[in-house]
């Protein structure tokens, strides 16, 4: 992805934050217990966190919930706003809305840096480095990645392969879902920093349902849906609206893999 691309995309994801709100996923429960087991001294009262792109705080409320002390830097002023109010109960968590590239770094360091799908989107040659000098030594960069694999309603998502390729001219031909065990772990960022253990990575496969509707709704907050021009995103999710409702009883099932890479600070 070119830096130009990158930044387009990424400005995407600032345009509906109330729907962003409401339609993303959560993660898995045992996501946060395996982030607690890694975290120097286990996620709760005293932990210092800070979290990159923390969109409207879907990652964040779990880890406030434990007790730690948050700064969560968020590029998009709706999405922090919205951040802000599902965070209001908790006073030890502060929301910054800047661009993280650029946000200056506290000089107490933290004890864990989190990018929960977010991490791909800060520039490739800023983000290691800089979550690097935010953590203290033994203190763990925790990013979060989520793939849509094989399984749940397979015959729904093959054909709505024939949607896209009608609708989004950079859809590849014949594309197929990958199970979970073909999905490659993601190293490629962390290779030449030495400032870091090798990765340790704790995946989770999970269903979904949705209804047509939920599913529609998404799909929306999807950068690369909500770039397509409107003609052809309102074309495609309504070829994909009459697939679930004429196919599948106006319910499908989605499953996610999520996966957890935690790399240890050295020094």
Same mark, same amino acid.
């Given at each position: 992805?070119?830096?130009? %691309?990158?930044?387009?995309?990424?400005?995407?994801?600032?345009?509906?934050?109330?729907?962003?709100?409401?339609?993303?996923?959560?993660?898995?429960?045992?996501?946060?217990?395996?982030?607690?087991?890694?975290?120097?001294?286990?996620?709760?009262?005293?932990?210092?966190?800070? %979290?990159?792109?923390?969109?409207?705080?879907?990652?964040?409320?779990?880890?406030?919930?434990? +007790?730690?002390?948050?700064?969560?830097?968020?590029? +998009?002023?709706?999405? &922090?706003?919205?951040?802000?109010?599902?965070?209001?109960?908790?006073?030890?968590? @502060?929301?910054?809305?800047?661009?993280?590239?650029?946000?200056?770094?506290?000089? %107490?360091?933290?004890?864990?840096?989190?990018?929960?799908? &977010?991490?791909?989107?800060?520039?490739?040659?800023?983000?290691?480095?800089?979550? &690097?000098?935010?953590?203290?030594?033994?203190?763990?960069?925790?990013?979060?990645?989520?793939?849509?694999?094989?399984?749940?309603?397979?015959?729904?998502?093959?054909?709505?392969?024939?949607?896209?390729?009608?609708?989004?001219?950079?859809?590849?031909?014949?594309?197929?879902?990958?199970?979970?065990?073909?999905?490659?772990?993601?190293?490629?960022?962390?290779?030449? %920093?030495?400032?870091?253990?090798?990765?340790?990575? @704790?995946?989770?496969?999970?269903?979904?349902?949705?209804?047509?509707?939920?599913?529609?709704?998404?799909?929306?907050?999807?950068?690369?849906?909500?770039?397509?021009?409107?003609?052809?995103?309102?074309?495609?999710?309504?070829?994909?609206?009459?697939?679930?409702?004429?196919?599948?009883?106006?319910?499908?099932?989605?499953?996610?893999?999520?996966?957890?890479?935690? &790399?240890?600070?050295?020094?």
């Amino acid at each position: 992805m070119t830096d130009d %691309e990158r930044e387009r995309l990424r400005a995407t994801f600032t345009e509906a934050p109330e729907l962003y709100d409401r339609a993303r996923p959560r993660y898995p429960r045992e996501m946060y217990d395996d982030l607690d087991a890694a975290a120097p001294g286990g996620l709760g009262p005293g932990c210092r966190v800070l %979290e990159i792109g923390c969109g409207t705080g879907q990652a964040t409320v779990p880890v406030a919930e434990r +007790g730690c002390r948050v700064t969560a830097v968020e590029l +998009g002023a709706g999405m &922090a706003r919205v951040a802000r109010r599902n965070l209001a109960a908790f006073p030890d968590v @502060h929301v910054e809305n800047a661009v993280f590239e650029e946000w200056p770094l506290p000089p %107490e360091p933290f004890d864990v840096v989190l990018a929960a799908t &977010a991490f791909a989107w800060v520039d490739p040659a800023v983000r290691v480095p800089k979550s &690097a000098d935010a953590l203290r030594p033994g203190g763990v960069l925790a990013t979060v990645r989520t793939h849509h694999v094989a399984g749940g309603s397979e015959e729904f998502f093959a054909a709505a392969q024939g949607c896209y390729e009608r609708f989004d001219p950079a859809t590849p031909p014949g594309l197929r879902l990958q199970p979970a065990a073909a999905v490659p772990e993601d190293r490629d960022d962390l290779r030449g %920093e030495e400032r870091f253990a090798a990765p340790v990575f @704790h995946r989770y496969e999970w269903d979904l349902p949705y209804s047509t509707a939920e599913y529609l709704d998404v799909l929306r907050t999807y950068s690369g849906h909500r770039a397509l021009p409107a003609a052809a995103r309102d074309a495609l999710l309504a070829c994909l609206a009459g697939l679930i409702d004429g196919r599948h009883g106006g319910r499908i099932v989605k499953r996610y893999l999520t996966e957890l890479r935690i &790399a240890r600070r050295l020094g």
